[in-house]
């Protein structure tokens, strides 16, 4: 495509790197951006930067947080015995929005894939481990709540070997989710069915 | 189900056609290079979306110009639909039944099923493993859409457990609970997938025996057997024990992706010791089984497009072939032919339940 001015052509070229959105679409954007008052793109950009060189992530359970230590691990209402492990903050906020679990969260970072070179080594399962060791925590349950694919499943049944020789519960979600159906996408009252009736794992 | 009549544009070599089937059986016939099975493919792109000979669906779009349109209209016992496949270079391929576009194209495979013979076919019997996998593959998977999901299951798990095979030979250190649930995977889907080929086979065998039989007046023995290190009472053992074979090789080395199907003709190998007529009335009896199985499935007669059938056929091949097709055993008939004099003869018998086309560089002409 020709662009009529450099300015123009450069923001198109970086909105259009976002996932989901091609040439066309990044300059209806760019054209709205330039209909709006200076103001509106000044605190646009703003919060972008801000987000990027501001953001944090919490040290206790990998959540994206303003401070060291995330509102949920910081928080006395929540029962810190209870880990639910999950792939990301989309499945973490699932999760959330059902408001039928109180325990405290970690974030994988990721999904065990060989093909995509995705091995434990590349996903917080060390940080887990020692969090369970430290006694202090007390933690006595752990539920995995990871999409039910090929790649859920066998990042479920990894992290059961990893902790079976604690003295812990350590419990799938029930799969109320559809097979092959992933976390995020999965609707609030099932994925909250899902979490009550979740199912201990078998040490295999 | 019939197809009632087709239209093209700008693909491969037709720049515009239009024409109607009033008939069940269609002949084209035309010199070489003039279009006949660029015809049959149009019909193949209707039923399965896409071509039977060139994958990269842009390549069938005419030279030089920068789209492709197929549109057809066929009747299932009464009720009629239209189908159109269309690309546009550059962008994803359209497909809609009655004008709606499907979201996911292979939705559509299935409903206006095909059947083509044509001189390639050959290759199922010559070729590797893979091919004979995949002519049955694609069978089973009509008639029992669990075995497809199975399958690409199955495809996915071993590409998954071949990358850590690959990983565990660079770092030297292989991790038993990384490897252990792609292993039960593989072992899981592999005896069902196993169990639905060794089923569908026992289904298979006896309709294609009897196709070849009819075929060839029982002059040659022929059969047709199901292979797979899967039978062995302690394939699980074996699968486990592979593994620093597998690590050196990057490649899981056993499992239903070896399996095979072995053709032979009075016992030795039909590959190397059949000539090409009886690899031809083998493949086309093979095709003709694939046929009675999918009209059994669908209760309705798919198309049968037979491509340059009748080279390396003998005369009483031929005459058997055609008195399948006076039978009326098949429902729509489209038959290509280089020769139309030879056509003309072999169907001389049908002659009123036919239509003869001539093709002459992407333009057709009913013949009277
Ligand atoms: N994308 C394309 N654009 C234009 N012409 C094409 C395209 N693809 C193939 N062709 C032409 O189509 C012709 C081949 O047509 P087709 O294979 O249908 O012949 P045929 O009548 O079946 O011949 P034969 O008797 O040899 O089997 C060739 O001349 C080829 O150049
Ligand atoms: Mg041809
Ligand atoms: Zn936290």
């Known amino acids: 495509m020709q662009y009529p001015s450099k300015l123009i052509e450069d923001a198109v070229n970086e909105i259009s790197q976002l996932p989901g959105i091609g040439k066309k679409t990044a300059l209806r954007l760019v054209i709205h951006l330039l209909k709006q008052d200076k103001e509106s793109t000044l605190h646009l950009s703003e919060a972008l930067v801000n987000l990027r060189t501001q953001v944090k992530y ?70 887990l481990i020692q969090r369970i060791k430290n006694r202090s925590n007390e933690v006595n349950e752990v539920i995995l709540a990871l999409s039910s694919t090929m790649e859920g499943d066998t990042t479920a049944f990894y992290l059961t070997k990893k902790l079976k020789d604690f003295d812990l519960k350590v419990s799938t979600i029930a799969r109320g989710i559809p097979v092959g159906g992933e976390l995020e996408y999965a609707d609030e009252i099932t994925l909250g069915r899902s979490i009550l009736s979740r199912t201990a794992y078998l040490h295999g | 189900m019939h197809l009632e009549n087709i239209s093209l544009n700008c693909f491969k070599n037709y720049s515009t056609l239009e024409v109607a089937f009033p008939k069940e059986i269609n002949c084209f016939v035309g010199a070489n290079g003039s279009g006949k099975t660029n015809l049959l493919d149009a019909i193949h792109y209707l039923s399965l979306t896409k071509s039977a000979f060139n994958i990269v669906d842009n390549q069938n779009i005419q030279h030089d110009k920068d789209y492709f349109s197929i549109r057809g209209n066929f009747r299932v016992n009464t009720k009629k639909y239209q189908v159109q496949c269309s690309l546009q270079l550059r962008q994803k391929k359209v497909v809609k039944l009655n004008q709606k576009p499907y979201e996911k194209i292979s939705e559509h495979i299935g409903k206006f099923p095909l059947v083509l013979i044509n001189p390639h076919d050959t290759d199922i019997i010559r070729g590797g493993g893979e091919g004979r996998r995949r002519f049955f593959d694609v069978i089973i998977s009509q008639i029992d859409p669990a075995y497809l999901g199975n399958l690409m299951q199955y495809n996915h798990g071993l590409k998954q457990r071949n990358s850590l095979l690959k990983q565990f030979a660079e770092s030297g250190n292989p991790d038993m609970d990384l490897i252990a649930p792609y292993d039960q995977i593989i072992l899981d889907l592999g005896h069902k997938i196993h169990l639905e080929r060794s089923r569908f086979v026992t289904k298979f065998v006896p309709i294609f025996e009897q196709h070849y039989k009819n075929l060839s007046e029982q002059k040659e023995h022929t059969s047709l057997h199901y292979t797979s290190e899967l039978v062995q009472p302690d394939f699980d053992s074996r699968f486990r024990h592979n593994l620093q074979r597998d690590m050196a090789l990057h490649r899981t ?74 039978e009326h055993k098949f429902g729509q008939i489209f038959v290509t032919d280089a020769r139309p004099e030879r056509t003309r003869a072999i169907f001389e018998s049908l002659k009123s339940d036919m239509d003869l086309f001539l093709i002459e560089s992407g333009n057709i002409k009913r013949i009277e």
């Not at chain 1, 499945?91 to 995705?118: C, F, K, R, V």
Request: hydrophobic share 35%.
């Open chain 2, 253 to 326: 080395g056993l499992g239903i992706h070896k399996d095979d199907y072995v053709f032979k003709i009075e016992d030795y190998p039909l590959k190397k010791f059949g000539s090409q007529g009886q690899q031809k009335s083998f493949v086309i009896a093979l095709k003709l089984a694939q046929y009675d199985i999918i009209k059994d499935q669908k209760a309705f007669k798919p198309l049968l497009l037979l491509d340059d059938i009748f080279d390396k056929l003998d005369d009483f091949r031929i005459k058997k072939l055609m008195q399948m097709l006076g």
């Open chain 1, 58 to 127: 919490c040290k206790v359970c990998h959540n994206i947080s303003d401070e060291e230590v995330c509102n949920i691990c910081s928080s006395h209402r929540r029962d810190h015995t209870v880990i639910c492990v999950v792939e990301n903050l989309p499945d973490l906020m699932a999760i959330e929005n059902t408001a039928q679990y109180n325990g405290t969260y970690h974030i994988l970072g990721g999904i065990i894939s060989p093909i995509e070179g995705i091995g434990p080594d590349d996903l917080k399962i060390d940080s």
